[in-house]
């Protein structure tokens, strides 16, 4: 089982930016597929990003397009999602996971990962 840690939610003003962290254990780090998701009170999880394991492919919800970049440093076996020109839409609390193995994998479906963080808090004031 993959041990994930995420940290660099916190609170910002629209327009604001924050770097979310996503880190984990595990030696064959660099073989696992990446995605965030987001839960806002109230509503279902809801897929906000996801990264290959050679960080070729990055895949985004339309919602966040334009705004958010995820990438990894699987050196420091660490994925981030860097979120620019928040939204109080964004507020939510936000989860990364991974997909370990080799068989097939839907980024945006949340069936499609094995291990889950914990969550990380990101709040947007308007």
């Known amino acids: 089982q993959v041990q994930l840690v995420e940290s660099g939610g916190g609170l910002v003003q629209t327009g604001g930016s924050l770097r979310l962290s996503c880190a984990a254990s595990?030696?064959?780090?660099?073989?696992?597929?990446v995605g965030w998701f987001r839960q806002a009170p109230g509503n279902e999880r809801k897929f906000v990003a996801a990264?290959?394991?050679?960080?070729?492919?990055?895949y985004y919800a339309d919602s966040v397009k334009g705004r958010f970049t995820i990438s990894r440093d699987n050196a420091k076996n660490t994925v981030y999602l860097q979120m620019n020109s928040l939204k109080p839409e964004d507020t939510a609390v936000y989860y990364c996971?991974?997909?370990?193995?080799?068989?097939?994998?839907?980024?945006?479906?949340?069936?499609?990962?094995?291990?889950w963080g914990q969550g990380t808090q990101v709040t947007v004031s308007s």
């Open positions: 996971a991974t997909k370990t193995g080799r068989d097939s994998w839907t980024p945006a479906r949340d069936d499609s990962y094995d291990d």
């Open positions: 595990g030696r064959t780090f660099s073989t696992y597929r």
């Open positions: 990264i290959s394991w050679s960080a070729v492919d990055a």
